[in-house]
């Protein structure tokens, strides 16, 4: 087995959630198109909830830019794997990043005030970063597909802006 992609895998999976063995072999393109919209997705519905309960101006912009950037990087996505007639493949690591979000997602539901917005930034600070080391290690280097590699690394560029920014907020908020 080979460690780096074991690492970027386990990296990527928030909250130290364990993967089964096979989830460590180089991943298929319809299991990173699905790793990658699971991803995307996972930051829109915490952008909602941070535009829901935050009062913080800062929070609220940087979470409605997380909306609109992910959502328009999962509709370039979905129109690829339509153009490719690739279907989606759901596997381990998608699934623990759904639940993972799922328990997080809850966690902060419960806060409110500046104790959300620290909550709700800080994650988006290492999950960003996650995301980001997974991209770089393991789903771009293992993805095939010309399109998709170049659409993961437009994607890491972007996601990589949205670290910056979220480190930016949270040094704010101290």
Known sequence: MNIRPMTALVTLCLLGLVIPAQAADKPTDPQIAHIAYTAGVIDVENAKLAISKSGNKDVVSFAEDMMRDHEAVNTQALDLVKKLKVTPEDN???KALSKAADDER?????LDGASFDKA????EVAYHKQVNGALETLLIPSAS???LKALLETGLKIFQGHQ???EH???SLK
Do not use: F, I, M, R
Not at 106 to 110: E, G, M, R, S, V
Not at 120 to 123: E, K, R
């Open 92 to 94: 381990d690591t998608s």
């Open 145 to 147: 597909n010309a399109e």
């Open 106 to 110: 809850a966690k902060l539901a419960t």
């Open 164 to 166: 910056q920014h979220a």
């Open 120 to 123: 709700y930034v800080d994650n």
């Open 169 to 171: 907020v949270a040094a």
